[in-house]
């Protein structure tokens, strides 16, 4: 029953659609630019020709064009040519120094790269013993470059955290 009432108004006043349809103005080219529009309008009247040329359908290109017949098949992907090739080898892994945080996604880090946790506790232990943890001794270490670790003692600070009292009142001494 429901197809039936679908169609119905479906098929509805479809002659007068499909004629308000063809009759409907036809999209038209993009308007050209004014310095080109004098240059074509005198080649069409120096060369009538052209317009006749530019009109009429080559019946042999349409033939040598229905001849044409493609068969394609899809590459091969990048990811089979990858693993067809030689695998990487192996990249050199370290344990994280502290488990007191309870890293639980952080199994092994790559050699020359640190985690957060250990990135704040390098930078404190430099802050508070810069004499014996130096830029050297902490590229060692952690088994980084020097000149990251120069660059991170650089340019890298722990959050440190300062309370300024109120101007009115006095600052208790820390004993």
């Not at 080898?89 to 007191?100: A, N, V």
Request: hydrophobic share 35%; no cysteine.
């Amino acid at each position: 029953m429901g197809a039936a009432v679908a169609r119905a108004v479906r098929n509805f006043n479809l002659e007068n659609r499909a004629e308000r349809e063809i009759s409907r103005m036809k999209p038209s080219p993009a308007p050209r630019h004014p310095s080109t529009k004098n240059l074509l309008l005198e080649q069409m009247s120096s060369h009538p020709e052209i317009k006749g040329e530019i009109d009429r359908k080559d019946d042999k290109l349409l033939s040598l064009l229905k001849d044409v017949y493609v068969d394609s098949q899809d590459p091969v992907s990048s990811l089979q040519v990858k693993d067809a090739t030689a695998r990487q080898k192996p990249k050199e892994f370290r344990l994280p120094k502290d488990h007191q945080f309870d890293m639980m996604d952080v199994k092994n880090i790559p050699k020359g790269k640190i985690s957060i946790v250990e990135a704040l506790t390098l930078l404190n232990n430099h802050k508070l013993y810069p004499d014996t943890w130096t830029a050297k001794k902490i590229a060692e270490e952690y088994h980084l470059e020097q000149q990251d670790v120069n660059s991170l003692l650089k340019y890298f600070v722990t959050f440190e955290v300062k309370i300024f009292p109120p101007e009115g009142k006095k600052a208790i001494e820390s004993k």
